[in-house]
């Protein structure tokens, strides 16, 4: 049973910093894609970022130069470092995995992020 659980979310001030994981198990984490997504309360999921096996990035235009996707495959776990948060990043924040690129198989629950003005 593959299970994605997020980490690290919470209430900072605009310009602040946090780091989100996502820890995998289940599943052969090294062979998986992994992307955080992001959900505003009524609007549309949206992309964040991505990492894919090769340890390739990617990220949507609104975060380049200040999130950061990592991953760690030995601990079966890939990192959000979001630093210089914006209001408009507040959403929930999902991590997500797949096998074949840009097609994510496997979601988690969520966690929230509040950034204050």
């Known amino acids: 049973q593959v299970q994605l659980v997020e980490s690290g979310g919470g209430l900072v001030q605009a310009g602040g910093s946090l780091r989100l994981s996502c820890a995998a198990s289940?599943?052969?984490?090294?062979?998986?894609?992994m992307g955080w997504f992001r959900q505003a309360p009524g609007k549309e999921r949206e992309f964040v970022a991505r990492?894919?096996?090769?340890?390739?990035?990617y990220y949507t235009d609104s975060v380049k130069g200040r999130f950061t996707i990592s991953r760690d495959n030995t601990k079966n776990t890939v990192n959000l470092q979001m630093n210089n948060l914006k209001p408009e990043d507040t959403a929930a924040y999902y991590c997500?995995?797949?096998?074949?690129?840009?097609?994510?198989?496997?979601w988690g629950q969520g966690t929230q992020v509040t950034v204050s003005s």
């Open positions: 997500a995995a797949g096998l074949l690129y840009g097609d994510y198989k496997y």
């Open positions: 289940g599943l052969t984490f090294s062979n998986y894609h």
């Open positions: 990492i894919r096996s090769n340890g390739n990035t």
